[in-house]
């Protein structure tokens, strides 16, 4: 379960950070810088991009109302900092391309640890570890729980183009029919009416998901098909700030708080 499987990453996020000479404050008495506006010109803001159509983790709503797991720490971080937040849209496809054309100072929003993206930033700690799971509607049972009953010909499977699901069906699925999805907004949509038989994506994801849709479940959430690491993106010209990151991510793992963030989206397992 998410909330096992980060406590078993908290025990072993302090110590690497000592060797670095980072000091921590762990337990009730942490100080919290207060929280800052910002401003789109903001002096100083920390840059951070996102897709932001990925809830749990970041989501953005109406005239650019950001929320989500990853958003909140993304604010907690730049209030430590005590610096103002600017959130910058990018999409999955043009992660690799705009994290520098964009100047991010970090990347949010349910990112995977996918050696690939080590190309264009440096990586955080790991907060979480999630995994692969089908989405599928209710009337069809347990009919898509393996990757044998997916990959068969006449299997209409959908995925979010740019990211790891794509990849993730690209590599497991030859045999179905593959749609590619634009965005992640709208694509349980079309596995609730009909239009597509399965959705594999993380099973966070799809815990949060099926709260929104009544006609869909997520299939062995707790049992996912594989296993990998959620990290934010760091800039790779600036050592001090990913340092700094790290230190105060496992100051809100150490005391609790990324399992707190998680809660009010997925529950408590």
């Given at each position: ?24 404050l ?38 650019g ?60 700690l ?58 992640n907004?709208?694509i ?35 049992k ?23 230190a105060?991510?496992a ?8 399992d ?10």
């Amino acid at each position: 379960m998410l909330l096992r499987r980060l406590g078993a990453v908290t025990a072993g996020a302090v110590t690497p950070l000592r060797r670095l000479g980072v000091v921590l404050l762990v337990g009730p008495s942490v100080l919290v810088a207060p929280s800052i506006s910002a401003s789109a010109d903001a002096p100083n803001a920390l840059r951070v991009c996102t897709p932001g159509d990925y809830p749990p983790y970041a989501m953005v709503e109406g005239a650019g109302e950001y929320r989500g797991v990853d958003i909140d720490l993304a604010r907690g971080f730049a209030d430590m900092l005590r610096r103002p937040v600017q959130f910058v849209p990018l999409t999955w496809a043009s992660m690799k391309t705009d994290f520098a054309a964009l100047h991010c100072d970090i990347a949010v929003g349910g990112i995977s640890d996918a050696p690939a993206r080590r190309a264009f930033a440096d990586f955080s700690l790991v907060y979480g570890t999630d995994g692969k799971t089908p989405i599928t509607r209710r009337d069809t049972g347990a009919e898509f729980s393996t990757i044998e009953q997916i990959n068969r010909p006449g299997v209409r499977v959908i995925a979010n183009r740019g990211g790891t699901n794509e990849e993730f069906a690209r590599k497991n699925f030859p045999e179905a029919e593959l749609t590619l999805w634009p965005e992640n907004r709208t694509i349980f949509d079309e596995v609730e009416q009909g239009r597509a038989d399965v959705f594999v994506t993380d099973a966070v994801e799809g815990r949060y998901r099926v709260r929104q849709h009544p006609g869909l479940q997520v299939l062995h959430p707790d049992k996912p098909f594989d296993s990998f690491g959620k990290v934010l993106l760091v800039r790779k010209d600036d050592p001090m700030l990913a340092t700094t990151l790290n230190a105060w991510l496992a100051t809100q793992l150490a005391t609790g708080g990324v399992d707190r963030l998680f809660e009010p989206w997925i529950g408590t397992p």
